[in-house]
């Protein structure tokens, strides 16, 4: 299917890829479907919303700079999305790039969760009051090259 | 605003089906019990904002994204992964959906 989208316009993304969003996103409920991307930049991936080529959200694997994040969210919320065994679940963070992006930042209060096998997927909210809406990507990668050392 | 008196151990309902108790009452803090259906999703109020707020910041964003050093060269595959496709070991997540 031909896909507008906010990064590359008009590209043609297999109809398999779409991923129901039941609730939306927070703030943006009325949107319920998207396709996820590839980003032609490492480690980041794109959101697309299907309904509006305007909203597409920088994803990020949490992992990659927060090494002992681990999803801690209500039992329901999985539920909703089908989830039932959590090999099937795909967890982002949402990233906010500023004008200065060496202060982007990644939202790990409100992953994204992606069941991978029946393409769906939510906003969660984690229960875990750690984990914030803005963690600066580069400084808690700073950190993880230390801890290597 | 409807504003209602209620001391330890009392409650009130909303609806039919949402019982919100006081549990314990410390100095300022008040701990609330909350029982409702599983569909009535029930948030702190300012984290169910600062997500709002932070998705809309994050929406506003620009294409042009930032290059981390250590991934600097690695590209991605705009158009997705394709059919047939399968994760390996070391690819990111996008070959995450299953076809």
Not at chain 1, 93 to 119: C, D, F, Y
């Amino acid at each position: 299917m031909q896909v507008n989208t906010k990064p590359y316009g008009t590209i043609e993304v297999d109809e398999r890829q779409k991923i129901h969003f039941p609730f939306g996103i927070l703030g943006f409920e009325h949107l319920k479907w998207y396709v996820l991307l590839d980003a032609s930049q490492a480690p980041f991936y794109w959101l697309q919303s299907l309904d509006d080529p305007d909203v597409a959200f920088v994803l990020i694997d949490p992992l990659v700079f927060r090494r002992d994040f681990i999803l801690e969210v209500s039992e329901e919320e999985l539920q909703e999305i089908e989830i039932e065994d959590k090999e099937d679940m795909l967890v982002f963070a949402i990233v906010t790039i500023p004008e200065n992006q060496e202060l982007m930042s990644a939202n790990l209060q409100g992953p994204v969760v992606i069941n991978r096998k029946a393409k769906t997927g939510r906003q969660a909210i984690t229960l875990n009051p750690n984990w914030k809406v803005k963690h600066f990507i580069l400084e808690e990668l700073a950190q993880v090259k230390d801890e290597a050392c | 605003m409807l504003i209602l008196s209620r001391k330890v151990d009392e409650s009130i309902i909303i609806g039919d089906d949402v019982f919100v108790s006081i549990v314990d009452i410390k100095g300022d803090q008040v701990k609330l019990g909350i029982q409702a259906p599983k569909d009535v999703k029930v948030y702190r109020q300012e984290v169910y904002e600062a997500i709002q707020s932070e998705n809309v910041a994050a929406a506003q964003a620009g294409t042009v994204l930032p290059v981390i050093k250590r991934f600097a060269g690695k590209k991605g595959n705009p158009k997705g992964s394709r059919p047939g496709d399968r994760p390996s070991a070391d690819s990111s997540p996008n070959d995450l959906i299953d076809k």
